[in-house]
């Protein structure tokens, strides 16, 4: 297994042998609820601590890790493999503690402005490798305790399904983190999303919209030509009606491509009939796309227009853009460096 955390009681029953069921019940709860490592667990005899470390190993080794906002954001990247790495971040906020998660090394969906998708995609993550993750956020941010997952890190969740949706019930049932603070994003995978709907988990879905013109959609997400305006708004439309949940869109401000007059307008129509949330989020920079993100100014004219037109919206705080930490700016650290293919 990749992880610890891809041990499941029953992998952990066949591991410990012939010792007693509740060992079993220990490890799995001192992992999940206590956030322990093996050696931690001081309610088991050392020699069993001694075998769980070898035969449990961390899948996640840090090779760096960034704070910035007054010590309230961080970011880790942590290497997997020799071929593959992660970022993840944690976000301390007055009354609430999220960690945004990665569901894959790098991401195949290429959205233009993103960095993750301009370094391309390596692998899925397993399903320990998606837990490990909160494990140590959720470690670095006590005594606080993290109460929002977003799974908006590097790559696609929806394009690593099963994998995400072990993960979430892991973090669900095993952990105990409400399904009303976790939050699947998506470029717009309407199989995904139908999917999604019919889980019992009463989850958010967060859509990465960033047009509502298909032309423009097309350049800026090229996953719109598989999957179009009008096919993702009956998706949407399903998983409104079918959850009673709120949607979210989310719209990166790009100076001059998706922050017109003509923008407003056609957001506004397309959300409406979803009764969706919209987060506006000004673009951050990143290497590989040298478009400069809309202005305060009009952010604000643009909000404004919004709210006026009855679509609830609100402008997201931008955080961790100096440690490359914000939204779109996630990628393979300079530190860490690939062998060649």
């Known amino acids: 297994m ?49 075998l769980l470390e070898t035969a449990l190993p961390s899948a996640l080794r840090e090779v760096e890790k960034t704070v910035t906002d007054d010590g309230e954001t961080t970011k880790w990247a942590f290497a997997l493999d020799e071929k593959s790495a992660i970022e993840t971040v944690l976000m301390n906020y007055r009354q609430r503690v999220t960690v945004c998660v990665s569901t894959q090394a790098g991401c195949a969906m290429g959205c233009t402005f993103c960095a993750t998708g301009q370094g391309g995609f390596f692998r899925h993550l397993t399903v320990g490798e998606i837990v490990e993750q909160y494990i140590v956020a959720a470690r670095e941010a006590q005594p606080r305790r993290v109460t929002n997952i977003v799974f908006m890190g590097m790559g696609e969740p929806m394009a690593n399904y099963d994998n995400m949706m072990a993960a979430v019930n892991r973090l669900h049932h095993a952990i105990g983190i409400s399904a009303r603070k976790i939050t699947i994003s998506t470029v717009g995978i309407v199989p995904g ?16 919209l960033h047009s509502a013109n298909d032309v423009r959609r097309n350049e800026l997400v090229p996953m719109n030509k598989r999957y179009p305006l009008s096919a993702l708004g009956d998706a949407c439309m399903e998983y409104v009606e079918t959850t009673n949940r709120r949607l979210s869109f989310e ?19 397309y959300a409406r009939p979803l009764k969706a949330h919209v987060n506006l989020i000004p673009l951050n920079p990143t290497p590989g796309y040298l478009v400069r993100g809309t202005s305060k100014e009009r952010v604000q004219e643009f909000f404004s227009a919004l709210n006026e037109q009855g679509i ?28 060649p293919v």
């Open 312 to 339: 609830m919206t609100t402008v997201r705080n931008t955080r961790g853009s100096e440690i490359a930490a914000a939204c779109g700016q996630l990628a393979v650290p300079v530190s860490f460096s690939r062998p």
């Open 2 to 50: 990749a992880s610890r955390y891809d041990a499941e009681i029953d992998d952990l029953s066949g591991l410990l042998g012939d010792l007693p069921a509740y060992r079993s019940r220990q490890v799995f709860e001192g992992l999940h609820k206590n956030l322990a490592s093996p050696q931690e667990m001081t309610n088991l005899p050392q020699d069993l601590r001694d």
């Open 251 to 269: 719209w990166a401000l790009i100076d001059g491509v998706n922050d017109t007059d003509r923008d407003i307008k056609e957001l506004v129509a």
């Open 193 to 208: 999303i139908r999917r999604l709907t019919q889980e019992p988990l009463q989850l958010n879905l967060a859509v990465s």
